[in-house]
């Protein structure tokens, strides 16, 4: 575990039964930075008692939080974040919110934009108590949102995406806040927008509309694809892809697509513990690591776990066919 220098102040909200740490760090198990001004000191260990208020109640007690708390009132999450839990909320601070493009926020807020307010809400959240001697060893963390979020640490400092963590382990009665500098956003465009965004695929978008298949592909999902490119396309026997866009072999093409997709959202480390996985079409696809790297079947994966806004993407260099 990375043991980091913490250095600057960190200071805590003292709200319901949360401590209040003031500038007091040097070399901590919890690894993570926070920011300040103020001269490195050495930590002073704190006596915690068990936190009475919930994780919402915290975060308006500090003081900090106010675009955050009234996010999450517009979401309709208020409630969802008093409950049980236990959740780990990384939290932007209003200073986070204000980088944000101007007007943002405000568009945000609006009820025809709860939707993606609450997509991005979420994508702050972690199923679990996760403090901060833990985080530090993790390379990503699965969100409420369905997505994950990227953690690195680098030059003593801790990053979540792109934002800094800066105060770490607020405790509350139904989970623990890590403080962020900067708001983060899940992708949102969808499996379709984002194969097309990318110019790889132009073969395969073509294939999923002569199957009637775009619409499956931009719904709610969450779907995992294995997406081949044009040049995986380009290695099928000559005549093959104008055979299969043919409205007559319409089925035919679709249940070669479907052999591509499983249900559910399937990061590129969870499909190699698996080894295997079944299928939209029915069928399973075998999954492999070895020193090449990772095989569907007897395809190579070239990109691995391409976010969307309903599932992931892993690009392979040849076209799975069902038997």
């Not at 930075?33 to 994780?55: L, N």
């Not at 775009?214 to 380009?234: K, R, S, W, Y």
């Not at 996985?277 to 990772?294: F, H």
Request: glycine share 8%; with cysteine.
């Amino acid at each position: 575990m990375n043991r980091l220098t913490i250095v600057g102040i960190a200071v805590v909200a003292a709200v319901g039964g949360v401590a209040q740490a003031q500038c007091k760090s040097g070399m901590a198990d919890a690894g993570w930075e926070a920011s300040g001004s103020c001269e490195t000191a050495t930590i002073i260990p704190v006596a915690w008692h068990a936190p009475e208020k919930d994780i919402v109640d915290t975060a308006v007690g500090a003081g900090q939080f106010t675009i955050l708390a009234k996010a999450l009132k517009a979401a309709e999450l208020i409630e969802a974040l008093k409950g049980e839990g236990p959740f780990t909320v990384f939290a932007p601070t209003d200073e986070a919110f204000a980088k944000l493009p101007k007007g943002t926020v405000e568009t945000l807020l609006k009820p025809e934009n709860k939707d993606k307010l609450t997509a991005i809400l979420t994508y702050h959240v972690v199923p679990g108590k996760v403090l901060a001697e833990k985080v530090v060893t993790l390379k990503n963390a699965g969100t409420l949102n369905g997505q994950r979020v990227d953690i690195k640490t680098k030059d003593d400092k801790v990053w979540v995406d792109g934002a800094r963590v800066t105060a770490t382990d607020i405790m509350a009665s139904n989970g623990v806040i890590h403080v962020i500098d900067t708001v983060l956003m899940p992708e949102s465009k969808n499996i379709v927008e984002v194969a097309s965004e990318n110019g790889s695929f132009g073969t395969l978008l073509a294939a999923a509309k002569a199957a009637g298949l775009v619409d499956t592909l931009t719904g709610q999902g969450p779907f995992t694809v294995f997406a081949p490119t044009d040049e995986a396309f380009a290695k099928l026997a000559p005549g093959t892809v104008e055979m299969l866009l043919k409205p007559e072999n319409k089925e035919k093409l679709r249940q070669v697509l479907l052999y591509h997709v499983v249900s559910g959202r399937v990061y590129s480390d969870k499909a190699v513990e698996l080894g295997e996985a079944a299928t939209v079409q029915g069928q399973d696809v075998m999954i492999k690591k070895s020193r090449e790297g990772v095989s569907i079947n007897r395809s190579k994966v070239v990109a691995a776990d391409v976010e969307a806004s309903n599932g992931v993407i892993h690009v392979i260099d040849a076209v799975l066919m069902p038997q």
